[in-house]
């Protein structure tokens, strides 16, 4: 019996140590911390969108800081103080959305750097065409490069 309790107990250890992982990996974080509001994939039914996609966040993003390092500061930046000065999207998100809520609290700027650095190497897809096709007349005026 003490046998089978210690493999249970075991199994639990290691089912356990595979979420934290998992949970950990920047994927991982981005799917736990951001995901509820950005998607990752375009979304099929627009009147339940909290928040802009993913791919048309980095394909903005990729507008304005197409140096990695810059752009994995600027996010961490934002995400934790965001402003309407600072932000690159277009007004008209905003408008509909609101202003993304600071997640000082809610993820680290360890995480945050890894996710950010894992956004920006896999979105948006090589085929992705936004729905303004660029259009980034009005936006945000400080993007942290003396704008």
């Not at 140590?17 to 039914?45: F, I, M, V």
């Not at 752009?71 to 993304?100: N, T």
Request: glycine letters at 10%; aromatic letters at 8%.
């Amino acid at each position: 019996m003490k046998f089978k309790i210690t493999l249970l107990t075991l199994g639990m250890i290691a089912a356990f140590s595979s979420s934290a992982q998992a949970t950990e990996t920047a994927e991982g974080l981005y799917d736990a911390k951001c995901a509820a509001c950005h998607t990752k994939t375009r979304p099929t039914d627009m009147s339940k969108v909290l928040a802009p996609a993913l791919m048309g966040v980095m394909r903005h993003i990729k507008m304005d800081y197409p140096d990695k390092n810059e752009a994995v500061k600027f996010m961490v930046d934002y995400v934790l103080e965001p402003s309407k000065e600072k932000a690159i999207c277009m007004p008209q998100k905003i408008e509909r959305f609101g202003l993304m809520p600071s997640q000082k609290g809610n993820v680290t700027e360890a995480q945050l750097t890894k996710i950010t650095g894992w956004m920006f190497d896999n979105f948006p897809p090589a085929d992705f065409r936004g729905m303004g096709q660029g259009n980034r007349q009005g936006k945000g005026q400080g993007r942290g490069r003396g704008n």
